[in-house]
């Protein structure tokens, strides 16, 4: 991207590095963002967007590397496990956001006093506090706290009432809306979208959207991304980089695909290299010397120029062995074949009910409940936080035991926990995935590798070092290669980059079986098309 004086940047990372207890989350990432930026921060979970969006704030200090922000307007930070005071009031917290601009406000005040009577020399302070406070919006700031409390649902909340009397998602709210009140020059947040219902949601957007300073979000909600988002930092778990994406996220999109593609050319390619020197080679070494005649009887310079070509013939042979040995070292693998369920191989497809649930309850965790999935049957199931939907669909595994009621079951099952534990903490990646699976270890390195997943160093690593992304990649991938009839998928976008969520969409739409899936995921919710359940 080419910077204008337009454009300055405003944030940038120069060659950091972060260390958590001996593990490294960021190595050596350099980028920059310009002013007017809205950028989002993407990756799966453990990967480390939080550790860089706390670098930006300040809130944490690289290991090596500086972290530099311009930004005279201040900076605002919203974090995503903040604890407020419970005995502070809702205008309290309001007003702690706004303090710096109060303090400013005030200071203004006693100059505009001092230089009616005057006194002329808080002149040059007074003009630099008057741009910093017409830079925040301080003549809005009451009218824009109402905006933000209103936008969010708090509206009707009194402004007397105790943070510990608010829900945990009332408190989240506030925090985002004091944050937002305060209007910084670079605003920094972290999962704003958690606890926000519909209107919120379309409200925040539209506000980020309008604004004029540089955001920087880190988010897992890709129509978040999609509406607000006008660049993109992918942090990559597994390499502990930082990738960045320009056309926000559809731009995204396009050049993973791209990538791809590109992959696919350079193993193609480098296959034709290796036929076509393996050919050459061959083909040489069978040559021989010229069959031409001797002419006057010339025998002596006849053998010389048979032996040059038998030279240069060995010559070429072993040049051409040399440049395929090194090929050979460095290959190109083969890239990953789209994400696939595998359905069971029966002479005939299963048909008719395949769960059958019957006033199934669990004390204090599900209430009684009833449904049917036939063969095919697409069901997601929604519901607030609470109402049992991840316990429902464990009893429909048979992981969980219901007090009351039962379920018939046809045909094979497969289950993703919304937590899931794929394998004991001192297990490797490859020995987690190929246990209780057909075939050896060489076998098994073969089929992970083919699902683009993991890279082959990583299968030596310890499933206890594993971030939650990663845990979730290996648990997707076991599920991947077990032939099921029915498909239970707890939340089976949470924890993974929003690229393999796409992938994981693709392949969930070429699944033949049933499909019993519970799902917050706003872009999974409105792409559905089948029945849906809703618990209260």
């Not at 509206?155 to 709210?173: A, F, I, M």
């Amino acid at each position: 991207m080419l910077w204008s004086p337009r454009m300055p940047t405003q944030i940038t990372a120069l060659d950091v590095s972060k260390s958590f207890d001996g593990r490294l989350v960021l190595d050596s990432v350099t980028c920059s963002l310009s002013a007017g930026e809205r950028t989002g921060i993407i990756g799966e979970n453990g990967s480390g967007k939080t550790t860089l969006l706390r670098l930006l704030a300040g809130r944490e200090r690289p290991d090596q590397g500086e972290i530099v922000v311009h930004a005279a307007g201040g900076v605002g930070y919203l974090a995503q496990d903040e604890r407020l005071p419970t005995a502070a009031t809702v205008q309290q917290i309001v007003d702690r956001a706004l303090s710096d601009l109060r303090t400013v406000e005030r200071r203004m005040r006693r100059l505009e006093a001092a230089m009616a009577e005057g006194d002329e020399s808080g002149m040059t302070e007074y003009g630099e506090l008057l741009t910093v406070f017409e830079l925040r919006g301080g003549y809005d700031a009451d009218a824009r706290v109402e905006r933000a409390l209103h936008g969010l649902g708090l509206g009707l909340v009194d402004r007397h009432r105790t943070v510990g009397t608010l829900s945990g998602g009332e408190q989240v709210r506030l925090r985002l809306a004091a944050v937002l009140a305060a209007a910084p020059e670079v605003l920094l947040l972290d999962e704003p979208t958690n606890h926000l219902d519909d209107a919120a949601l379309n409200w925040l957007e539209e506000h980020l959207r309008a604004r004029r300073g540089t955001t920087v979000a880190v988010s897992h909600d890709r129509v978040f991304l999609e509406r607000v988002a006008t660049t993109l930092l992918e942090v990559d778990a597994d390499r502990r980089h930082v990738v960045r994406y320009g056309n926000g996220y559809a731009g995204y999109l396009a050049e993973k695909a791209a990538a791809r593609q590109r992959w696919a050319q350079a193993y193609d390619q480098w296959r034709t290299d290796v036929d076509r020197l393996r050919e050459a080679a061959a083909t040489t070494a069978r040559q021989v010397a010229p069959g031409r005649a001797m002419k006057d009887g010339n025998k002596m310079a006849y053998d010389r120029a048979g032996g040059r070509v038998q030279q240069s013939l060995a010559s070429r042979v072993r040049n051409a062995e040399e440049r395929l040995r090194r090929m050979l070292a460095d290959p190109v693998p083969p890239p990953p074949e789209p994400l696939r369920f595998t359905p069971v191989l029966r002479s005939g497809r299963l048909q008719g009910v395949v769960l059958d649930a019957t006033d199934v309850a669990v004390t204090d965790r599900l209430d009684r409940t009833s449904l049917t999935v036939k063969a095919g049957q697409r069901l997601l199931i929604t519901g607030p936080n609470g109402a049992g939907k991840s316990t429902l669909l464990g009893v429909l595994a048979g992981r969980v035991t219901p007090d009351s009621g039962g379920v018939v079951r046809h045909g094979r099952i497969g289950h993703l926990p919304q937590e899931p534990r794929p394998g004991e903490p001192h297990e490797s990646v490859l020995a987690a995935f190929g246990r209780g699976r057909a075939g050896d270890a060489e076998e098994h390195a073969e089929q992970l590798l083919a699902l683009g997943l993991f890279d082959r160093d990583q299968f030596a690593v310890p499933v206890g070092r594993l971030s939650t992304g990663q845990l979730q990649r290996l648990a997707l991938a076991r599920l991947l290669g077990e032939p099921t009839d029915v498909l239970l998928l707890d939340e089976p976008t949470n924890h993974l980059s929003p690229a393999l969520v796409e992938e994981l969409e693709t392949a969930l739409a070429g699944y033949h079986g049933a499909l019993v899936i519970v799902s917050h995921d706003r872009r999974l919710r409105r792409r559905w098309q089948g029945t849906h359940l809703a618990l209260s």
